[in-house]
């Protein structure tokens, strides 16, 4: 069974050959020597493109480039296949539209201020979030909005499936974008953001804004054979949500169910991925839609914001991604990620429904041996039918 068909079947609630994998993201230079590769810059170009005039001009020129494109997917996918991992990102938004000076990051399409960081270990690259380059409602309004038909859209995901083609279909290449909550704020930072919440008018513009670009594009995915559709869009942190959950039902949530079902009306899936605990809106989240959802966090404060948990009560209506800590990546005890990994797919997987990752995301603490004690315990007990003992 090829990597696309497994998830498919997998998020309709039938088992496959074996459980499915993916990682959210993975920023780990020592993991990927691990697996035969030379760790890449990371940075989109960006040490180059700063010594260059008109550098943002170049910038949107090169995004729009497919073969350009295909070469980083060409890396990122076989990085995934050679883990043994199911599925691939290719980008759909969150694109870079002014290079910060010297090169040391951007101004992304939604406003955010995007910094490079190396980990000093190993030299990993780290995309991080320097706040809002929005001070006002009037700051947005004079912002370009972003383009859902961009052709740099399309390109990046016809690159992807090009790759995944070449790959044999042993990865599944799956456009992402950003959707309604998360870049939404993060272009004014919380403080600003929060203000704006004030003012129903602005704050229902810039929502609708947001919804109508994702729905758009995530159509234009869908209408053009993407199977599934990966929404970035966290709703909370570790102690709950970043607005109270009416705001949620006034501003997202509408959004969110037209998005599932344009794509669902186009043979499309959604896969949400929100980090933090959402307990006080996830009947709202299955009830959008959402065919699948990605970490269910497992170090939230909320001790019932539990995958096991959530699985008994949802376990038919949504497909569960997710979720060994990443804490317990770094620093855990080989014993106590085993354990923990084969309750995952013991517990969650008969049936399908489940997909196996990390509890968020691979970043640079975490360790080869633990790494490989969380892999390899799929590999082992990953196969249809599931048999794993008490």
Known sequence: MDAQTRVLTTI???EPDKVPAWESAFTNNTITKQYGLEPTKGDYGLSILKYLPFKNRILRYFMKKKNIIKAEYRYSHELFRRMDLDIQITASSLFPRVILKGGKGFIDEYGRIMKFEYYEKDGTPILGYYGGHFNSFEDYESYELPDPHSEARL??????REVQ???????????????LMECTWEGFGLETFSRILGKHKHAKKIFDDRGEFTLELVKILAEN?????????DYGFKNGLFMRPALYRKYIFPWLTRICDAAHKRNCK???HSDGDLMEIFDDIVNCGIDAINPIEPTTANPDYNIFKLHAKYGDKITFVGNVSPIMLA???????????KKLIREL???GGYIFSSGHSINPAVTVDRFEAMQNVKRKYGQYPI???E
């Open 12 to 14: 309709e609630h039938e």
């Open 155 to 160: 390109n990046s995901f016809y690159a992807g």
């Open 165 to 179: 083609e070449e790959l044999n279909n042993e990865i599944f290449s799956v456009p992402a974008t950003g959707a």
């Open 225 to 233: 054979d993407a199977k599934l559709v990966i929404l970035w869009d």
């Open 270 to 272: 959604i896969l949400l």
């Open 331 to 341: 620093i855990g005890e080989i014993n106590e990620i085993r354990a923990y990994s």
């Open 349 to 351: 997987a008969p049936g």
């Open 387 to 389: 048999k794993i003992p």
